[in-house]
């Protein structure tokens, strides 16, 4: 009797719009909440794969969304285009996200310039170094091609996104977020502190 009741309540949020499943979350609502996630998480997962190339951390971003969403239900939310509210609050966490790497990025080169100024590595310490270069190359070459192939003009041949994008014949901003995602692959296999060998 009790599934049979939860049932039809449930189809009846299916045939809510945006701006009615709204009033309700913001009225603490359970079943609109499950509504609009049901709604919209899939579509929001597939755009943070296609912008990470990460399903885990896709996923996770998406259930952090959802998770404010639900502690922040009582302030105001856009009735007029809520579709485009989620994905702007999704498109400012990947931003964020890409920020943060790009700072333990910078972070990683100056402990290895630092390092290589100060010290005199002994002889046990280059080979695992060289052997550290090895194993990052062969991480390396299991990128995709196109990405591998931006990315070793990048980090290797040291070409400027300008220089490579008139090289490949594609766009600056396509080059930039190649790279972008070619180090946050690396960075799930190597850790941020392994990067800085990539400089």
Not at 62 to 71: P, S, Y
Not at 125 to 139: F, G, P, Q, S, T
Request: charged fraction near 30%; glycine fraction near 4%.
């Amino acid at each position: 009797m009790n599934e049979c009741l939860n049932s039809v309540k449930m189809t009846r949020y299916t045939k809510l719009s945006d701006s009615e499943l709204i009033r309700l979350l913001q009225a603490s609502d359970e079943g609109a909440f499950t509504e609009i996630y049901t709604r919209y998480s899939r579509l929001l997962y597939v755009h943070a794969v296609k912008k990470l190339r990460d399903e885990g951390e896709a996923e996770d971003m998406v259930h952090e969304l959802f998770t404010k969403l639900w502690i922040r239900r009582e302030t105001q939310l856009t009735d007029t285009n809520f579709a485009g509210y989620l994905y702007t609050l999704l498109r400012n966490r990947i931003l964020d996200f890409v920020g943060h790497l790009k700072v333990e990025l910078k972070y990683a080169v100056h402990v290895k310039n630092s390092y290589a100024d100060h010290n005199s590595p002994r002889t046990d310490a280059l080979i695992r170094e060289k052997e550290m270069n090895d194993y990052i190359n062969k991480e390396i070459d299991a990128l995709p091609s196109k990405m591998r192939a931006v990315f070793v003009l990048s980090r290797k041949a040291q070409l400027s996104y300008k220089e490579i994008a008139e090289q490949l014949n594609t766009s600056e901003n396509n080059v930039s977020k190649q790279v972008n995602n070619a180090l946050r692959i690396l960075k799930g296999k190597l850790g941020s502190f392994i990067l800085f060998f990539l400089f």
